[in-house]
């Protein structure tokens, strides 16, 4: 695990390769305008498959660090639920019903975590998808991947006025879609919105994609083409006329975006990269653990602040 421990106060990044994010060189630019009282984040490096306890030793040093604000959590956010969310002292209804903590903060002695993934999806789909599309066109949304980002959108969807004719979510084993059913039971997502489908191989995701209504919105939650390299797809897939096709990513091998890029003129596809998501979800975490309100205008000014350092 790769951290240290300055003297000064510090706020945590709970990854697997942090160093290369670009938000190492974009937390200090935002601590300027926010007036942070750091400048300084740390990376908690850790691989996908790190056992159970090392979640619980990296959550008890948050907890007992008096410097350590808090931290933002990426790819291990349902692993760090499952491993320690008995280390909590509060944990805000999205955790609770996802099973999932995003973002570390502590208000006195109590520990807090919270699931700002719901929220930061959602403002980052209405950046790019028009408020009407979906009652306009009756286009569907398919969500590859049953993880903590594909659960967030699918909850973000169900909470839409403008909610989609469909939502399928795909994976690759049947228990990663069982949970996701229980999450929607529990939170009262309308009965037969959401499609459930195992897709073993790509080959079987293709098929799901290219059966889409045109105008659809395909979105690769899984964190190929970050994490790991890869796309939940192949490369024979067709893409639905006028997708909308997002790359949760903004970084790494990205194959998903790719593949979508080289069928955007032919299919007349919106291609959207994970940036705004990125900024949002940041943006979210930082207020959470340094109890700051977020403002339009203000969050224009951290994006602004960070497409200078892209």
């Known amino acids: 695990m790769t951290t240290t421990s300055p003297a000064d106060d510090y706020m945590g ?64 956010k349902m692993n ?28 006195g002695d109590a520990l807090i975590g919270r699931a700002k993934d719901p929220i930061t999806v959602d403002l ?28 967030a959108l699918s909850w973000a969807l169900a909470e839409r006025a403008d909610a989609p004719a469909r939502v399928t979510v795909t994976a690759r084993t049947q228990d990663k879609l069982d949970h996701l059913r229980e999450v929607h039971r529990q939170h009262g997502t309308a009965e037969g919105l959401i499609r459930y489908v195992v897709t073993p191989d790509a080959a079987d995701a293709d098929a ?42 903004y970084r790494g091998s990205l194959e998903f975006m790719h593949q979508a890029l080289a ?5 007349s596809l919106h291609v959207v990269d994970g940036w705004r998501y990125f900024i ?13 309100t977020l403002t339009p205008d203000i969050v224009e000014r951290l994006a602004a602040a960070a497409e200078s350092v892209r």
């Open 13 to 76: 990044f709970v990854g697997v390769t942090t160093g290369s994010s670009s938000i190492m060189k974009v937390f200090p630019l935002w601590a300027d305008i926010l007036g942070l009282p750091t400048r300084t984040l740390i990376g908690h490096d850790l691989p996908m498959d790190t056992d159970p306890a090392v979640y619980r030793s990296m959550v008890e040093r948050i907890r007992d660090d008096e410097h350590h604000r808090g931290a933002l959590v990426t790819t291990h």
């Open 80 to 107: 760090v639920f499952a491993a320690a969310s008995d280390l909590f002292d509060e944990l805000d209804p999205f955790a609770a019903s996802c099973s999932e903590i995003s973002s570390i903060s502590k208000r």
């Open 124 to 151: 980052a789909l209405n950046d790019f998808l028009p408020a009407d599309h979906f009652a306009r066109t009756g286009a569907e949304v398919i969500i590859l991947g049953a993880g903590g980002s594909g659960t």
């Open 208 to 249: 799901i994609v290219a059966a889409a209504p045109a105008g659809s919105v395909i979105a690769n939650a899984t964190g190929l083409g970050k994490d790991r390299p890869g796309s939940p797809l192949g490369d024979a897939v067709v893409f639905p006329e006028d997708a909308w096709v997002w790359e949760f990513n």
């Open 263 to 267: 069928q955007q003129q032919e299919r």
């Open 280 to 292: 949002h979800g940041w943006s979210q975490v930082v207020a959470d653990v340094f109890e700051i």
